[in-house]
């Protein structure tokens, strides 16, 4: 939630800070703002309600002056309602600091109030802004430096921060530090400069040398040189620089209409990004040195437990009917926010996987900090290198899917999908459970995969007239079965989110028992029904559906006899039963997408939304 970007260095700051929110925009867009100084002009803090958009209107119309240093921020309201006082940047009552901040601080009330009996006065309801003058007030009462000040103002605060602050007395620096939110400083490429953000993109036309900071870190960020320190014990901390293998193209739409677009047609090089230099030479086994260094573990482990939130759960529920088949060990498939507030039992022959496109969505964060607390195994499938998620946990896989920018997940879940497919089958062959022939057989249809899927894109002008006929409905209900199920829930997932239709998706033997009272000539009806086995039961389901006067959008195979079944057939490519929803996928993304489009929706930035969930 939020975006945060700083720069301090050599060049104009303001192009760097509007670049850099609208890169981040995706985090969060219900307001955005700077604040940049010189000497001559001061701090130039311009904000307001409302997307990016507006800001450049604002900043059009307003006085500004080249500067080298400037914070900005975009927000996901927490505390306070998105309106132009309730914008970050915040200053300090002297006026002297001034702070951008992503997170939540849980205690600010009772901060606030102290801070009100010493004669601060607030403009906003932000928690925010109650940090800032915290920070100066430890600035004036300890008489220390800005970064000794936040430092010890932190350690005061309860909660989860990434804040980016100045100081105008110190016109050449920044101190940045986090707690729970991700944090990334860009090294300028003739080291007299630094980027701070909350992800890489802002910056990386200037520079490809990043460190990320850690939890609990602190930065001070100067033209020249950075120092980071530990915020509980104010060690010093070595400085890890990290190389980006990231092309500035990744995040452009070029000849796309939205970025979710371009994402869900990229998926067949998706497919090939998330296999590629997993299978062994000779191509008789899966490559994965998380799994294969922990060999002895893996062949030990009795249950898996899979956390993980929105799509991300959703690839769970995938990977769970994928790991009972291929190892035969129970798995359990959890959403993270649910587990970390129950009494979860953790043992020591568990294996906990943790699936997460970000890599830092704070309840898959907190309950990995969880299971981790009990020391059960770790395994993390992220999409971004570096999150919090992927260092945390005990081993992992990226899943390669290159920069996901439209705030609805597609190509990610799809990358998640085929990791946890090569993960079932290599650990069936660790754990000895898979024949050599039958493993030949699951990797040929993986390579097939890809071709499958563009053919399955193909068919977006059909799946385009079938989101004409119903764009207008109020409701849809999403069915199928077994691997279709995860499916379904996908599909009303995507639906809602970006066409704001109410979706939602069963499991189709569970219509009759209740969602069936529903169903009349208003209420689309999609059922996924792409088994093999079975058949004859989604059929029933099909057919009490049409007793009732509902319409059936079907999604079946190409081969399938079921297609007189439906009011409309989307006829998809065949693979095995357990890979068939990786192509159902696809005509479910294009489906909700050209509603939405339809509809006239901002698809790639929803309204609510933001990509990733740092708040709990
Ligand atoms: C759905 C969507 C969200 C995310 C969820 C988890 O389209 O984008 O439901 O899947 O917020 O995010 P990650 O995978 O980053 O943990």
């Keep these: 939630m939020c975006g945060i970007v700083g720069y301090v260095g050599h060049r104009d700051v303001l192009p760097i800070l509007i670049n850099g929110l609208k ?47 400037g914070i900005g921020h975009t927000r996901w309201a927490t505390h306070g309602i998105p309106n132009d006082v309730n914008s970050h940047p915040h ?213 898996i437990v899979i956390l993980g939130c929105g799509s991300s759960y959703i690839a769970g529920l995938l990977g769970e009917y994928l790991l009972e088949d291929f ?17 979860p039992i953790i043992r020591e022959n568990d294996l906990f996987i943790a699936i997460s496109q970000s890599g830092e969505t704070a309840d898959t964060l907190a309950a990995l900090k969880l299971v981790k607390s009990k020391n059960a195994f770790t395994f993390g499938i992220c999409n971004v290198v570096g999150s919090s998620i992927a260092r945390l946990t005990d081993a992992g896989a990226y899943t390669h899917a290159g920069v996901e920018i439209g705030v609805a997940s597609t190509k990610a879940l799809m990358s998640q999908m085929i990791m946890l497919y090569m993960f079932a089958i290599h650990l069936a062959q660790i754990r000895q459970k898979l024949s050599q022939d039958k493993f030949n057989i699951y990797r040929d249809e993986l390579l097939s995969l890809p071709e499958k899927i563009e053919r399955a894109l193909a068919l977006e002008p059909a799946i385009k007239k079938i989101a004409y006929i119903y764009s207008e409905a109020n409701n849809f209900l999403y069915l ?85 079944l439906f009011d409309h057939a989307i006829e998809i490519p065949s693979t095995f039963d357990q890979l068939m929803p990786i192509i159902s996928l696809v005509p479910l993304q294009l489906l909700a997408y050209h509603i939405a489009v339809i509809k006239g929706k901002n698809v790639d930035q929803p309204r609510n939304l933001a990509k990733s969930v740092t708040v709990e």
């Design 327 to 343: 190892i035969g060990i129970p798995v359990e498939v959890e959403y993270s926010s649910e587990f970390r507030y129950r009494n």
């Design 23 to 69: 890169r981040l925009e995706y985090r969060g867009y219900d307001s955005a703002g700077i604040a940049t100084y010189n000497e001559s002009q001061g701090i130039n803090l311009v904000k307001t309600k409302g997307k990016m958009a507006n800001l450049e209107v604002l900043l059009e119309s307003s006085y500004y002056q080249e500067s080298f240093l």
């Design 91 to 303: 200053a300090s009552n002297s006026g002297d600091l001034v702070l951008v901040h992503n997170g939540i601080i849980e205690n600010y009330e009772s901060i606030k109030n102290l801070l009100i009996k010493r004669g601060y006065e607030f403009k906003s309801d932000t928690d925010t802004e109650v940090l800032v003058n915290l920070i100066e007030e430890v600035k004036k009462k300890e008489q220390v430096k800005l970064g000794k000040a936040v430092q010890i103002a932190l350690n005061q605060v309860v909660g989860a921060y990434a804040i980016a602050v100045f100081d105008i007395n110190k016109p050449n620096e920044i101190v940045a530090a986090r707690l729970g939110s991700p944090l990334v400083i860009g090294i300028g490429a003739e080291s007299n400069e630094h980027f701070i953000a909350s992800d890489i993109h802002p910056f990386i036309e200037y520079t490809k040398s990043v460190v990320y900071l850690e939890e609990g870190e602190l930065a001070i960020v100067k033209g020249k040189k950075i120092k980071i320190r530990n915020i509980k014990d104010d060690k010093l901390k070595s400085i890890l620089i990290t190389e980006l293998n990231v092309e500035l193209e990744e995040i452009r739409k070029g000849d796309y209409e939205h970025f979710m677009l371009k994402e869900i047609h990229e998926q067949p090089k998706v497919i090939l990004d998330t296999y590629r230099g997993r299978l062994s030479e000779n191509k008789d086994m899966i490559k994965m040195s998380g799994l294969i260094d922990n060999k002895e573990i893996l062949s030990k482990i009795d249950r």
């Design 480 to 564: 199928g079965r077994k691997y279709n199920y995860p499916m379904a829930l996908e599909g009303a997932l995507k639906l809602k989110e970006i066409s704001y239709i109410h979706a939602e998706g069963y499991p189709a033997a569970e219509m009759k028992h209740g969602p069936i009272a529903l169903i009349d000539n208003d209420m689309p009806v999609v059922v996924i029904a792409t088994e093999n086995e079975n058949s004859e039961k989604i059929i029933s389901n099909i057919q009490e559906i049409k007793a009732r006067n509902g319409r059936v959008i079907g999604i079946i195979r190409e081969d399938s006899k079921l297609k007189s």
